[in-house]
């Protein structure tokens, strides 16, 4: 918007809050003519076609914007009819696709930073009419070629000469950008990952900052040039003439830090049943194998065993194979299958260690059948009295679904290894992972030295996301 745009935006809110009845009836017109034309459109809306050409170029630029699924250029299809509708147009044109993929696509793209400035490329210009033709046999080739042009334009669908969207994924239109990130931020937390840790005490440094409270490291090159312009007349208050630089402290620009995020990787192991000690046993071998392979990585481990009435935090998060050894010496075993408790256990771990700033992947390996018999509600509660009525299957079913989506909701990735027997299989575990949108291995009789693979397999591809 214009500079006077904003003015006026301004002056008629404030009018609205005071005289609203003064603005409705000088909008009344407007208002008027704007309820007519959406009536007319969603008349318009069901003769409105748009061309397989023109959703070619939606599903293109769906695809360079990395959008995943179909709901992209589903909608954007969906966008550009109504825009067409909406100027009482039976045909979809060139600015309705344009506009559809800076409404749909744009903030549904995973873009995060716009590419190299590139410019433009303009169509070639038409090549010149033959010179050794007779002006009367040019006007009929020219008349000729008019028609065929007409022709043509009839059959072939309006669709832009250029993408929004390069090849590579980034933004042809660098203004664009500021919409895009803008997008991003509003996705929420459900399902990301950071590779990056930022903060004003550790790492590199990548810029300077204004501080949020004390200055933990200074940025002395910054602070000097936020000085530099005040010098002369800080010089001329200061009676002493002592001092050469004035610093105050509205001058101070505090280090921004990055540095490389680790991950934590909860194993969440079912300990009850005749197959108890055998995940036990693996889950150690293949959290053992990870830890002595995270000293680059700077990944930690840990795990939580369920079994009886609750989970248990076994093995807390830690790089060091000494402790891991140490913790993991006694393997529990036996009683029942308190699922539910187990995973929301590894939320909790998970969140904490979020907040050391220290982890920014938190990836869950469930090690488990999938069956569960006791309710969160016992789990939290253990003096709960023995003859209180059990909850149903469904309802046990239900209640690890849910723990499931807030896994996924809180920024965490879930990996499940179901251990179940084929023959009595359920498919309840698969269901577990498709809920929190992770990932499922059936692998009944999976080693240490597999389970540690598909872990490190599922950290990689989430590393990369």
Known sequence: MSFEDRVAAVGIATQFQEQSNEVFKMMEEETDSAKTQIILAREYLKDVTVSREQLKYLVMEALRGGCQGHRAELYAARVAKCLAAFEGCEKVNVDDLKKAVELVILPRSILTETPPDQQQQQPPPPPPPPQNQDSEGQEEEEEEEDNEDDEENEKQPEIPEEFIFDAEGGLVDDKLLFFAQQAQRRKGKAGRAKNVIF????????????????????????????????????????????????????????????????????????????????????????????????????????????????????????????????????????????????????????????????????????????????????????????????????????????????????????????????????GFAKEIARVAQGKYYYLPNASDAVISAATKDALSSLKNS
Request: glycine share 8%; charged share 30%.
């Open 199 to 426: 903060s004003e005490d550790r790492g590199r440094y990548i810029k300077p900052m204004l501080p949020k409270g004390p200055v933990k490291r200074l940025a002395v090159d910054a602070t000097l040039r936020a000085a530099a312009p005040y010098q002369k007349l800080r010089r001329e208050k200061d009676s002493q003439k002592i001092r050469k630089v004035f610093v105050e402290k509205t001058d101070m620009r505090a280090k921004r830090m990055a540095r490389k995020a680790g991950a934590l990787v909860i194993f969440v192991v079912d300990a009850s049943g005749s197959m108890a000690l055998n995940r036990m046993q693996n889950a150690k071998g293949a959290a053992l194998k990870l830890l002595a392979e995270s000293y680059t990585s700077r990944d930690q481990v840990a795990i939580i065993p369920f079994r009886g009435d609750a989970a248990e935090v076994l093995l807390p998060p830690s790089r060091s194979i000494s402790m891991a050894r140490k913790r993991l010496e006694r393997l529990p075993c036996g009683g029942g299958s308190p699922l539910a408790h187990g995973l929301t256990t590894a939320v909790r771990v998970g969140m904490n260690a979020e907040k050391s700033g220290d982890v920014g992947r938190i990836m869950i390996v469930a090690i488990t059948d999938g069956r569960a018999n006791i309710s969160l509600q016992r789990s939290n509660d253990p003096e709960m009295a023995s003859d209180a009525p059990k909850p149903s299957s469904q309802e046990l079913k239900d209640e690890i679904l849910e723990v499931a989506g807030k896994i996924y909701k809180a920024g965490m990735s879930l990996l499940v290894i179901d251990t179940e027997n084929k023959f009595v299989s359920t």
